[in-house]
């Protein structure tokens, strides 16, 4: 079996994820080789499968009502306008999904910014895989999370 290709533009996959009890994930990054990264590194985990990908906020919005999914990892800074104010937008449409905010920026005002618009997580680009992974799990089971390098860098 052939894997899919690596693309670089938007993608939305039909995926059995739910109904295979994994956790469905859409990918908000700007930057490709991170975007293609990121999947690689998800998708190889039993649990989880990435079902759809953008670069830009308005795209990010398009792929999730397209596929629903159980979370959102999205960059801060973005082409079109950053990911925090996209959180709200995902939240509306589905209250459900838990939204990580994945960037290398970590201020107090940032990071309360994503916690008061809906985010259920904040981790640094920074962080090891294992730390993403964690966070992804536990925001799935309704609960906040920071990363250590955010915990560490800010006073809230």
């Known amino acids: 079996m052939n894997p899919p ?3 670089d533009k938007p993608s939305t996959e039909s995926s059995s994820a739910e109904s295979a009890g994994k956790t469905s994930i859409v990918l908000v990054e700007d930057h490709a080789i991170l975007r ?11 649990d989880f499968s990435v079902v759809g990908e953008a670069g830009t906020c308005s795209e990010g919005l398009e792929v999730v009502r397209a596929t629903r999914p159980n979370v959102v990892i999205t960059d801060v800074d973005l082409p079109d306008r950053t990911g925090l104010t996209l959180i709200p937008d995902l939240k509306a449409f589905d209250n459900s999904i838990k939204v ?15 916690l008061s618009a809906g985010a259920s997580g904040y981790v640094l680009k920074g962080a090891l895989p294992s730390e993403l992974m964690q966070g ?4 799935m089971q309704g609960k906040k999370f920071l990363s250590a390098g955010v915990i560490s860098s800010i006073s809230l």
Do not use: F
């Open 5 to 7: 290709p690596i693309s």
């Open 36 to 46: 293609i990264g990121l999947r690689s590194m998800l998708i190889a985990q039993p």
């Open 100 to 114: 990580i905010v994945l960037t290398s920026q970590c201020t107090s005002d940032l990071v309360r910014e994503a």
């Open 136 to 139: 992804i799990r536990t925001v």
